[in-house]
Structures are given as C-alpha cells and as structure tokens.
C-alpha cells in the first residue's frame, strides 16, 4: 500500500478510533475481542485478483487486502487475514474464528437471514470468461438460455445460485477456488467461467494472447460488502463508520484506480 494510504489511514484512526473506546460489552462480543486481543480476523480466500490474492513472493494484495488495512488502522489494532476456501468462509464467521469476511462476498437478501452486512464498498456483477466470441457478447441469462453450456463455477457463491435459478439446463462444473476455474476455460474444458466481473476482467488481461474475453458489461448488478455476525450492532455501526469515512475522503477510490485501472501488478500474482 502506498504512503498517501497510509497516511489517510493513520488520520482515519486519530478521527475516528474514540468512536471505539468503552465498546467492550455484552452487546459487542466481536469488537470485545478485537479490543482486548489488539488483533482483527479478516477471513478471505486470497485466489479473488483483484480484491484478493497471493503473489509470488508470498505477499498478499488486492483491493480488499488494502481496504482490511485500512481498517485495522482505523481500529489501531494489528490485522491478521485468515486463508480460506470460499465456501468456508461463513462457517468460520459463525463458529468466531474469524471477526469478519471481505472475500468478494455479494450482498443478497438470502445471505442477510444468517449475517449483517456492512458496506457495500463495490458494486460488481455477474460476467462470463471464455474463449467464445458468441458467449462474450451475452448481454443477460435470457442469452444463454436455449444455449447448452459447460460453465464452471464456485462452489457456495451467488454465481452459482445465479446459474441453478437463471440458467437451469446448463451444465455446471462446481469448484471450490477460482483458479481451477480460470485453468479450465485455458485448457478448453469448459465453455466459460461465471464469476463476478472484476474477476473475469483481471483474467480476460492476463490471458489475452490465450484468447481469453468476458463481457463488456456485468449481466447483473451486485453489491459487495462486509460481512459480521448479528450478534454485534457496535461493530457493525463502527465499521460503517470507518467505510464511510474510507469513502468520502477519496481513499476508496484510490484503490480502485491502483487495482483495476492498471493491471501491471497482474504479473507478480503467481
């Protein structure tokens, strides 16, 4: 992260870190524990370029990389990503081993019955990665409809939901990260990746001599957001708080020209 992020960060925490204070209680079991233990768990897959991703030098990057920096700044507590599979994500928010997730994690009416949602920080969408030109000029689900398509998608994501509710007679390959995905559509064993569009893009750059393309815009629109247990209103107004604040004052978009405007960074991701 470069030294205008950090600097806005460390104003961030001096602003904002009172709203903080007096916050360990029975009502805010969450923030109780990052306070005492000086640590915020933020779960991610790290396989989500550009929100999330390891690099080859074993460093971990992307826009939520940044932002969950950002915020442990704000919080003035160290930050510690937990590494998961996308589909144990929710799972490890509900049984506390980790305080939140910021994993490219939709914001959608059935997922807000089981967890809060703070945010959204992205808006993104669905899209396709493939080698055909036909799918890459899909504009919506009623495209793919009388299509027999071989699609790979993630297991436990709103792709998929998306896929079972809008594209029933395509056949869906389930896989538990995106690379495997990605890997498929290079090595033509699938006619197209659906995933979220950043996602696609970022790919659709990195293997265009592949002929690799997606979509040129997201057949959906979806808010991304932070997701917390309901048990915690006190974070959840903290950490609105914060992403606010983040937003307002530029930050945000910061991020979002140094990771999607250029992808040069692409070529240190192993």
Known sequence: MNQALRNWGRCLAVFLIVAGLGAAAADAPVLSRIVKSNVMRVGMTLDQPPLNAMDKYGEMAGLEVDLARLLAMAFDVELEIVELPFANLFPALKKGEVDMVMSGVGITAE??????????????????????????????????????????VLENSTSLAYAKKRI?????????????????????????????????LLAANRYEDEGLKTLEQPMTIEPVGVAIVDADPKLRNLLQSYLSTIQDHGMLELLKEKWFEDSSWADDLK
């Open 111 to 152: 997922r807000a019955l089981d967890v809060t949602f703070v945010g959204p920080y992205l808006l993104s969408g669905k899209a396709l990665l493939t080698k055909s030109e036909e799918l890459a000029g899909v504009v919506d689900a009623e495209d793919l409809a009388d299509e027999e398509v071989k699609l790979a």
């Open 168 to 200: 029933p007679d395509a056949e869906l390959v389930v896989v538990p990260e995106y690379a495997g995905a990605i890997e498929m559509v290079r090595n033509d064993e699938v006619d197209a990746m659906l995933a979220d569009m950043p996602i696609c």
